[in-house]
């Protein structure tokens, strides 16, 4: 009797265990947690358009063994030029950002936002992330990106001034987000103001700033189609500026994961989140212009011979670049080039 309870006890702890696992079952995978931090509000195109989707999508195809949290509005804390470091360093997982907003710190890629280079965010944003994996990858070594992008070429948000041309610029205090449009905008005669932006409308309301570059998409949610009256656009194929985005993952974070979640993050990353993501603003711009025309605001085109003087007055620009870029043993002609022709490849597409 004794011998057969020993062999009852050895068949048992097998089957306890057995149970065990089969009760746990697929929850018994191990669940990661990513936190998504950036600065814009919750009725953003950004946020509630492309972040909120994204994450939805990833929990999905990873059967929830991913959870994502997301913060906006700098809800995790510090200041948007905080945030590429924030991901680098661990404070969150990922970041949605712009790599301009820490000015001279990520040169190569700056060749999108030179006047009169990007085109459609569609184009340009599949353009950005081709040219950063062949052209900028030392440049964010530290971080792993999972897509660049751009918006839609932005225009001229006034508050009590009126744009129509060249001369009307000059001496007009205006926002600008980077490093390349601050230097455009001091050519074409206004007074550059730098700032993110989230700080816009405060800075329009207290007259900071008479007026800010933007595009209409994410006028909408920061209420700057409230505080301006007129907006001025650029005509031809080619916009004044875009800025870049980047949405990115903490480098040890994504390598801790294992190889099928690793997957399911590169299954959402690359040209085709930039693709998809380029589309998006392009569609978020009629919406954000239709909500200033509502509040009877006017509007007027740069075109033809005046926007000729414009790409004029601008071109020192890119001049003074390409010297930069040389400076640092790189061939800013052939990079400024290609990105032209990475856009008119994707545009063709």
Same mark, same amino acid.
């Given at each position: 009797?004794?011998?057969?309870?020993?062999?009852?006890?050895?068949?048992?702890?097998?089957?306890?265990? +057995?149970?065990?696992?089969?009760?746990?079952?697929?929850?018994?995978?191990?669940?990661?947690?990513?936190?998504?931090?950036? *600065?814009?509000?919750?009725?953003?195109?950004?946020?509630? !358009?492309?972040?909120?989707? +994204?994450?939805?999508?990833?929990?999905?195809?990873? &059967?929830?063994?991913?959870?994502?949290?997301?913060?906006?509005?700098?809800?995790?804390?510090?200041?948007?030029?905080?945030?590429?470091?924030?991901?680098?360093?661990?404070?969150? !997982?990922?970041? +949605? &950002?712009?790599?301009?907003?820490?000015?001279?710190?990520?040169?190569?890629? #700056?060749?999108?936002?030179?006047?009169?280079?990007?085109?459609?965010?569609?184009?340009?944003?599949?353009?950005?992330?081709?040219?950063?994996?062949? %052209?900028?990858?030392?440049?964010?070594?530290?971080? %792993?990106? @999972?897509?660049?992008?751009?918006?839609?070429?932005?225009? *001229? %948000? =006034?508050?009590?001034?009126?744009?129509?041309? @060249?001369?009307?610029?000059?001496?007009?205090?205006?926002?600008?987000?980077?490093?390349m449009t601050n230097i455009a905008l001091k050519n074409l005669g206004a007074t550059?103001?730098? =700032?993110?932006?989230?700080?816009?409308?405060?800075?329009?309301?207290?007259?900071?700033? #008479?007026?800010?570059?933007?595009?209409? #998409?994410?006028?909408?949610?920061?209420?700057?189609?409230?505080? &301006?009256?007129?907006?001025?656009?650029?005509?031809?194929?080619?916009? @004044?500026?875009?800025?870049? *985005?980047?949405?990115?993952?903490?480098?040890?974070?994504?390598?801790?994961?294992?190889?099928?979640?690793?997957?399911?993050?590169?299954?959402?990353?690359?040209?085709?989140?930039?693709?998809?993501?380029?589309?998006? +603003?392009?569609?978020?711009?009629?919406?954000?212009?239709?909500?200033?025309?509502?509040?009877?605001?006017?509007? *007027?085109?740069?075109?033809?011979?005046?926007?000729?003087?414009?790409?004029?007055?601008?071109?020192?620009?890119?001049?003074?670049?390409?010297? #930069?870029?040389?400076?640092?043993?790189?061939?800013?002609?052939?990079? @400024?080039?290609?990105?032209?022709?990475?856009?008119?490849?994707?545009?063709?597409?």
């Amino acid at each position: 009797m004794r011998n057969m309870n020993r062999l009852l006890r050895r068949l048992a702890l097998p089957l306890v265990l +057995w149970a065990g696992m089969a009760a746990a079952g697929p929850a018994a995978a191990q669940e990661f947690t990513l936190r998504i931090h950036h *600065f814009l509000p919750p009725p953003s195109t950004t946020h509630k !358009d492309f972040i909120v989707p +994204w994450a939805e999508k990833v929990e999905a195809e990873s &059967t929830g063994r991913i959870k994502i949290e997301i913060y906006p509005a700098m809800q995790l804390g510090g200041k948007p030029p905080q945030l590429f470091d924030q991901v680098r360093d661990g404070v969150a !997982d990922i970041v +949605w &950002t712009l790599p301009g907003y820490t000015a001279g710190r990520f040169p190569t890629v #700056e060749v999108f936002e030179l006047p009169f280079v990007a085109a459609s965010a569609e184009a340009t944003s599949q353009a950005a992330h081709a040219f950063y994996e062949k %052209h900028a990858r030392e440049e964010f070594k530290d971080i %792993h990106p @999972l897509m660049f992008h751009v918006h839609a070429p932005g225009s *001229f %948000h =006034m508050r009590g001034k009126e744009v129509r041309n @060249l001369d009307d610029l000059k001496g007009l205090k205006v926002r600008a987000p980077t490093r390349m449009t601050n230097i455009a905008l001091k050519n074409l005669g206004a007074t550059p103001v730098g =700032m993110p932006v989230p700080a816009v409308p405060e800075a329009l309301s207290k007259g900071v700033v #008479e007026g800010a570059i933007l595009p209409y #998409e994410v006028t909408r949610p920061l209420k700057v189609h409230e505080l &301006t009256q007129s907006h001025t656009e650029i005509g031809g194929d080619r916009g @004044l500026y875009t800025a870049v *985005f980047l949405f990115a993952m903490n480098k040890a974070k994504y390598e801790s994961l294992p190889a099928d979640l690793r997957q399911v993050i590169d299954n959402n990353s690359g040209i085709p989140l930039a693709k998809q993501i380029g589309r998006l +603003w392009d569609e978020a711009e009629a919406p954000g212009r239709e909500a200033a025309a509502k509040l009877g605001d006017s509007f *007027f085109r740069i075109e033809g011979e005046e926007l000729a003087r414009w790409q004029a007055a601008t071109a020192p620009v890119a001049e003074a670049w390409i010297a #930069e870029m040389a400076k640092k043993g790189k061939d800013g002609t052939a990079l @400024l080039a290609e990105a032209r022709a990475l856009i008119d490849y994707y545009a063709a597409q």
